[in-house]
């Protein structure tokens, strides 16, 4: 199937439109000089129509984008529910899943199996990669009269992959915040590196299993290309969350985004050190006999035994 | 009135100061005593090992006596080095030649096929790589906690803090990373 032209309206939008312009003319045609607010509401009509259009071609050409991200990936899907985790398990569980004051959800979600390197064996691990968003409740207070209540939507972006291990205990590392970068409010454990603690504000309770986490090579790793991102742990998820450097403009929307930050996950899972793994008791998976020629095959099972002249 | 005031309220700021800093100092010091306590809790499990170790090896492979002999000499004096009054350094040192020596057995190990699929014997191995991951960890968590002791003690104004009351300085615990060398080897 040739995918959907991108940038074309379509008929439908077009008619709509169309049907929109006559209503205007149809409206404005009056020479009884109260012409002025059927003007007013056609012209609202009609930049209501083309708001309208324009997104819902943006929601197409996202969805398409989406399709076409899920098909470069074998076993992919579209997903509601991120690696079979819905919404109000994520929510405020972690710092890239906040609750907000409204609405909060997950969207343009897509997932499924994904080989990583864990511990230098490659596993088979559930990975997802979604948009989480949230609404902000904002007060504007005028004089004398009632404060007005509006409603901020905002957006993370985060790829989330199942672990084969549980942490049990959870692990954060955020950026740090802007006075933390100059060393006035550093809070968090503290490490080796200056220059991972100026940018990371790391968090755990348990202290020695984020020291084994944060070994000299992902302390260095993180410093240098993964500054403004989030890593949350929390039981057998792994969460990436912020933006990514690179885009594939290929791509629409948000799903651009999606490509880079998969590959950020996966990068960043294959440089957790071997002890980190041991320390959660992963055991690499038993080697498949079929996979090598010299180990004889396992016995077949016997054959069922004949049924019982009883049973015929 | 003012006049004292202008005296004591500095003079007052001083001494809160002074004790915070105290107190910060006593803490600091606190946490790098629980973090050694760790580091030597995980040494000893590692000692305890070694023999268990050794006597595997041992039934599969009698003409390694030399390196057996080694690291059983080692672990001794790893074991002397233990006590307080010892110097933090020579302790290192005794763990680096135990290190070394368990290096050399597992070496030597690659030799025998049956030892190797010893179910007794991979354990113990595994054992073995674990305990030294959390003495790593234990390692740089002190390593960790000296370091900001260290930057306190030499730091102004804290320093004054430390020189008059006598806050001495600690050393790291610097060893070879035993985990490093000992776990299994991953086909790729």
């Known amino acids: ?129 979604f948009v989480w968003f949230h609404e902000r409740r904002r007060t504007q207070r005028s004089r004398g009269r009632h404060a007005r209540r509006t409603y901020d939507r905002r957006t993370e972006l985060v790829a989330m992959c199942q672990l084969p291990v549980h942490t049990h205990r959870a692990v954060s590392i955020l950026p740090e915040s802007a006075l933390g970068r100059v060393g006035l409010t550093r809070s968090g454990q503290q490490l080796e590196s200056e220059s991972f603690n100026r940018r990371f504000r790391v968090e755990g309770r348990d202290r020695a299993l984020v020291v084994t986490l944060l070994d000299a090579g992902l302390q260095e790793l993180l410093a240098a290309e993964y500054g403004a991102r989030g890593i949350e742990l929390s039981d057998d998820l792994l969460v990436l969350s912020g933006e990514p450097t690179h885009r594939d403009r290929s791509l629409a929307g948000v799903a651009q985004t999606y490509p880079a930050i998969l590959q950020d996950l996966t990068r960043l899972v294959r440089n957790i050190p071997p002890p980190f793994w041991r320390a959660l008791g992963f055991q690499r998976p038993a080697p498949d006999p079929a996979a090598d020629p010299a180990t004889p095959p396992p016995p077949r099972p016997a054959p069922p035994p004949p049924p019982r002249p009883e049973d015929r | 009135m003012e006049y004292l005031l202008a005296i004591v309220l500095p003079v007052l700021l001083v001494l809160v100061g002074v004790v915070l800093s105290y107190n910060r100092f006593v803490a600091q010091l606190a946490s790098i005593d629980a973090t050694w306590a760790n580091i030597e809790g995980e040494l ?45 350094e020579q302790q290192a040192r005794a763990e680096d030649a135990l290190t070394q020596g368990l290096t050399s057995l597992l070496a030597v190990t690659e030799s025998y096929p049956e030892l190797k699929s010893d179910a007794v014997f991979r354990d113990l191995q595994r054992q073995l790589v674990e305990t030294e991951d959390r003495i790593a960890a234990a390692r740089r968590l002190y390593n960790l906690e000296v370091a900001s002791y260290e930057r306190r003690r030499r730091s102004v104004p804290s320093n004054v803090v430390a020189g008059v009351i006598g806050f001495e300085a600690r050393r790291m615990f610097e060893i070879r990373d035993p985990a490093a060398e000992h776990s299994p080897h991953v086909p790729r």
């Open chain 2, 44 to 88: 000893q499990r590692r000692h305890d090992l070694v023999p268990n170790l050794v006597e595997t090896v041992q039934g599969y492979a009698r003409h390694e006596q030399r390196v057996l002999e080694q690291v059983t000499e080692a672990r001794a004096q790893a074991i002397a080095a233990v006590p307080s009054t010892v110097p933090i």
């Open chain 1, 1 to 129: 199937m040739a995918p959907p032209v991108s940038g074309a309206v379509d008929a439908g939008s077009v008619a709509l439109l169309d049907r929109a312009t006559h209503l205007l003319l149809a409206v404005t045609g009056g020479d009884d000089g109260s012409w002025l607010p059927g003007l007013m509401v056609g012209l609202f009509g009609v930049a209501m129509a083309i708001a309208w259009t324009l997104q819902r071609h943006q929601r197409r050409e996202l969805r398409d984008a989406l399709n076409r991200f899920v098909e470069r990936h074998d076993g992919w899907h579209l997903q509601a529910w991120p690696c079979g985790v819905h919404a109000n398990q994520l929510v405020s569980r972690f710092e890239a899943t906040p609750r907000g004051d409204r609405r909060y959800g997950v969207e343009s979600a897509v997932g499924g199996p994904a080989e990583v390197e864990i511990s230098g064996t490659t596993v088979r691990c559930q990975v997802a990669c």
